[in-house]
């Protein structure tokens, strides 16, 4: 069994009205040094399979397909064993 | 003419497959057929619907696990023949994310859900969803999204431009492409787009929200009127 963790994230070049929003709450709270602040998603899930390079490829294929739309957005990945 | 068969995917979530049902079964006076997204194939439609509503609860981006709907497979193969397809708001995202036009909607720029009429530019009247329409033509349709703003890269976004991909552009009430006319932060002000073949459009504002003279804004029914007409030629 392995975890997968997959942090997916909006290009640079996009703009993330969501993550300037939250910037200026950031700025309310009194943390005015606070700078690009950006929003994205973490997913995490479990992989039924004993072999460690498969469990990597099917999370990236995953992550290609599904949870990132690569026009906008870029992920990165991890791939763990679970220790029982 | 015998009626056209007019096929509209519902997927869980999706809020306005009865209006376009209701516009293509009593307004447009067509057979109209709702088809559940478990479904395999989408019969003998001549024209398939992907309307809008907030399918899989706009779960990870909107459209793209109804994009994974077992039905999509048979839509992306009638659109590959030719066949009509048209994408209403979250149709549209459907699309995009099923690859069927190009681009993607993200979040309005103001972060606002913008529900209102406002008014449309037809930049290409020589489509099967606009035929009906004069270029320059203004339409006062509404819209109703959280995530219209259409983006895409320069080079994807010099070739929909070159082949008059763009459809309509949200306007003032002259047709004056202005920041303030645009909703959402929409790139070059775009509402609508087609693919490269003309067979598939999306759009973000609900053409089928404004067909029924009850409503007192008919502009939506020149698109409708149009796809029918396109059938009328062929």
Redesign the interface.
């Given at each position: 069994m392995f975890h997968s963790k997959v942090f997916v994230t909006l290009k640079k070049s996009i703009l993330d009205p969501q993550g300037k929003a939250v910037e200026q709450g950031i700025h309310s709270l009194g943390f005015e040094s606070v700078g690009n602040v950006r929003i994205g998603k973490y997913i995490e899930m479990d992989i039924d399979t004993d072999v460690h390079g498969e469990a990597e490829r099917m999370t990236k294929q995953i992550s290609e397909k599904l949870l990132a739309n690569l026009v906008m957005e870029s992920f990165s990945c991890t791939t763990e064993p679970v220790k029982e | 003419m015998a009626k056209l068969k007019i096929g509209i995917v519902v997927f869980p979530g999706s809020n306005c497959d009865h209006d376009a049902h209701y516009v293509a079964e009593t307004i447009m006076e067509q057979d109209a057929r709702l088809i559940w997204h478990k479904e395999a194939s989408i019969g003998d439609a001549d024209i398939v619907i992907l309307p809008g509503g907030f399918s899989y609860g706009d779960y990870?981006?909107c459209g793209?696990?109804a994009r994974?709907s077992p039905v999509m497979r048979d839509v992306v193969r009638f659109a590959g023949s030719g066949g009509l397809v048209i994408g209403i708001c979250n149709g549209f995202q459907v699309l995009?994310?099923a690859g069927l036009l190009p681009?993607?909607l993200?979040?309005?720029?103001?972060?606002l859900f913008i529900c209102k009429y406002l008014h449309l530019r037809v930049e290409n009247a020589a489509t099967k969803f606009t035929s009906e329409c004069s270029p320059g033509d203004v339409l006062e349709i509404p819209i109703a999204h959280g995530e219209g703003n259409y983006?895409?890269?320069p080079e994807t976004l010099k070739r929909i431009e070159d082949n008059q991909q763009v459809v309509f552009r949200y306007c003032d009430r002259r047709g004056n492409l202005t920041d303030e006319a645009n909703p959402n932060?929409s790139l070059k002000s775009i509402a609508g787009i087609m693919n490269e073949t003309g067979n598939v459009l999306g759009m973000m504002p609900h053409p089928e929200r404004a067909s029924d003279p009850v409503l007192k804004h008919t502009d939506g029914r020149k698109i409708f009127e149009s796809i029918i007409q396109s059938f009328v030629y062929q």
């Open positions: - | 990870l981006r793209a696990i994974f995009t994310e681009g993607v993200l979040r309005n720029k103001s972060l983006f895409t890269d932060g």
